[in-house]
């Protein structure tokens, strides 16, 4: 053997303690792995040598197991995405082919239940929404039908005034009517019908404030025992005419609200309360504070609300007895303005009567405002 010293291994083990080298060995002809170590007591060297050939050798052995399972996963996922596409991806199409069908009418929509959840619950979603979308529509539908009938009601009211100021003035333009009382009778039923179309036409206003929510309502401290004296004040002529007595018990109490609806709510329940009444009749009126709200009550013992018509008489233009309420100057838009005018302040209005007997009216109202 020649001399082993000056191998990698050897000199490694002579410097640090041990060492190791792979190398081809020209006496073997073949790839060896060499270990050396020294001897810690002297400088004897140990030198082992194994046939080495690296992974190389492992590598064939591997290779087909390797390939096996790289396959397999292959298979496996091809397989996850095709359910995947059939679970989730489908239903999707389904739901956007749905919603594309719809074309704009994005009422009852309707999918089928996914055996996924979380497809479900875009389904139930966008459901939900049609639903809503329809509800809303019925809503404007029906908003739109309200204001449909309130404008041909109100044409219709505003024509009957209207054609009587025509015929008299036809009449008098005429020069038929020589006698002067009777040219001053048509004058006044002109002048009549004019406040007639100007008291339907304010009403008309007032409700259409309230109803877009104007902005500029100016809130006061309205002191309501004051406003009830000018009102009735402005009632007498009426109420001595229709021999109706009124009374008023109001304790010394203001409102925060705007004074001009204070009014007109006021005016309208009052004015009923003598209007639909009968000679001797009486009509009180009592206000009173309780947890920082205004009660009103508005009783009377004059003709009465037959009960079919307890709910219909807060709509517009509705009249239990629509001669005998024209002739005495309603519109029909009274209730209406004073249940918009509770509204406005979130209030509450509810009314008891009882047909020949009498009516009462009871508003709530808080008294700090809105
Ligand atoms: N105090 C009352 N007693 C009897 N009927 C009433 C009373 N208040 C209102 N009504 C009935 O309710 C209808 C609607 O009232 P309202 O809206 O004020 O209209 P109107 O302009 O006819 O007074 C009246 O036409 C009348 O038939
Ligand atoms: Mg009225």
Request: hydrophobic share 40%.
């Amino acid at each position: 053997l020649d001399n082993h010293l000056g191998r990698e291994e050897v000199e490694a083990a002579l410097a640090e303690g041990s060492g190791y080298a792979i190398r081809r060995s020209a006496t073997l002809g073949r790839t060896m792995l060499y270990v050396a170590m020294r001897s810690a007591h002297s400088d004897n060297v140990l030198r082992l040598a194994v046939p080495y050939s690296g992974m190389r050798e492992y590598l064939p052995l591997l290779f087909p197991a390797a390939m096996g399972s790289f396959m397999l996963a292959l298979a496996c996922s091809i397989a996850a995405t095709e359910r995947f596409v059939s679970s989730v991806t489908r239903p999707l199409r389904v739901i956007s082919r749905e919603m594309l069908k719809v074309r704009g009418d994005y009422r009852s929509l309707k999918f089928e239940p996914s055996p996924y959840p979380e497809i479900n619950v875009i389904a139930d979603t966008t459901m939900e929404m049609s639903r809503d979308v329809e509800e809303y529509l019925a809503r404007i539908e029906k908003e739109k039908q309200i204001r449909q009938e309130f404008f041909s009601n109100a044409s219709h009211e505003l024509k009957t005034p209207i054609t009587s100021i025509q015929g008299y003035a036809e009449l008098l333009e005429g020069g038929l009517i020589r006698d002067e009382n009777m040219q001053r009778d048509f004058a006044g039923r002109i002048k009549k019908e004019a406040v007639r179309m100007t008291g339907l036409i304010n009403d008309i206003l007032m409700i259409s404030r309230l109803e877009t929510k104007e902005a500029e309502v100016v809130m006061t401290d309205v002191r309501v025992s004051v406003l009830l004296e000018e009102i009735v004040g402005g009632l007498k002529p009426q109420a001595a005419a229709g021999q109706v007595f009124i009374h008023i018990d109001c304790q010394p109490l203001m409102i925060r609200a705007n004074a001009q609806h204070m009014r007109e709510l006021f005016t309208n329940l009052i004015g009923n309360a003598v209007k639909y009444n009968r000679p001797g009749g009486q009509v009180w009126v009592n206000v009173r504070e309780s947890d920082r709200q205004m009660v009103a009550r508005v009783r009377d013992n004059g003709v009465g609300i037959p009960e079919d018509s307890l709910d219909r008489i807060f709509e517009r233009f509705y009249r239990v007895d629509k001669g005998r309420s024209r002739k005495q100057g309603g519109t029909g838009l009274g209730l209406s303005i004073v249940k918009h005018i509770v509204g406005y302040y979130h209030g509450t209005i509810r009314v008891e009567s009882k047909l020949d007997e009498g009516s009462e009216f009871v508003v709530t109202l808080p008294m700090d405002g809105i």
